[in-house]
């Protein structure tokens, strides 16, 4: 999943939104029925609704997934920064 998610950002990378651009880290899966795709990386809450339509598509032509429910969630890790003081 992680090469298939690494191939759809190289043909098409996220569009950036303010001054940062969402990096795709690793894919897996989390679910059988429907497949649950899991993709984990920075700044993903900045993915739009475009692009997540275009990476759900690609996934079900690599994939040959026609006809089957397919979801995709995003995972951002937190920040081991946020609450230090300085």
């Given at each position: 999943?992680t090469r298939?998610?690494?191939a ?9 939104r ?6 795709l ?5 989390g679910?059988i029925?429907p ?5 984990h990386?920075?700044?993903l809450d900045?993915v ?7 990476l759900?598509g690609?996934f079900?032509k690599?994939?040959e997934?026609?006809?089957?429910p397919?979801?995709i969630?995003?995972?951002?890790g937190?920040?081991p920064?946020?609450k230090?003081?300085?």
């Open positions: 999943l298939a998610m690494i759809a950002v190289e043909r098409q990378a996220p569009p950036k303010g001054l940062v651009r969402p990096k880290r690793y894919a897996h899966q679910g029925n497949p649950r795709i899991i993709i990386g920075n700044a900045r739009p609704a475009s692009y997540q339509r275009y759900e690609y079900r690599a994939f997934l026609v006809g089957t397919l979801a969630e995003f995972r951002t937190r920040n920064y946020a230090k003081k300085r």
